[in-house]
């Protein structure tokens, strides 16, 4: 059974910084060829915003223009894991932070619509809060 879990979420001030971590079990990212994993993020009255993506494929990696600069997605296989780096934290960025897995997705590049997140490999969240 494939399971995402997140964390690294908490409380920060406007400026500061947070890494999130997206553990994978399940699914073993030494033993396939052709996933994408992303982030994804939801706000209080909002719809679900794709903000970072990352393929096994050269390691493509794709970005929201709103966090382009800020946000840095990476993966250790190793770990298992995707990592998201966030610097900058503004309080627009408060929101509960998901992260999903797609075997066999479209592209490259890897896709930042929850569209094509296809199989429901999602992990629980993490909330962000960013004080002012």
């Known amino acids: 059974e494939v399971q995402l879990a997140e964390s690294g979420g908490g409380l920060v001030q406007a400026g500061g910084s947070l890494r999130l971590a997206c553990a994978v079990s399940?699914?073993?990212?030494?033993?396939?060829?052709?996933?994408?994993i992303g982030w994804f993020r939801q706000a209080p009255g909002k719809e679900r915003e794709g903000v970072a993506c990352?393929?096994?494929?050269?390691?493509?990696?794709e970005y929201a223009d709103s966090v382009k600069g800020r946000f840095t997605i990476s993966s250790d296989n190793t770990k298992n894991t995707v990592f998201l780096q966030i610097n900058g934290l503004k309080p627009e960025d408060t929101a509960v932070y998901y992260c999903?897995?797609?075997?066999?997705?479209?592209?490259?590049?890897?896709?930042?619509?929850?569209?094509?997140?296809?199989?429901?490999?999602w992990g629980q969240g993490t909330q962000v809060t960013v004080s002012s």
């Open positions: 990352i393929s096994d494929i050269d390691d493509n990696t």
């Open positions: 999903a897995l797609e075997d066999r997705p479209p592209g490259p590049p890897c896709p930042l619509s929850s569209y094509y997140y296809t199989k429901n490999y």
């Open positions: 399940g699914f073993a990212f030494d033993d396939n060829d052709d996933y994408a």
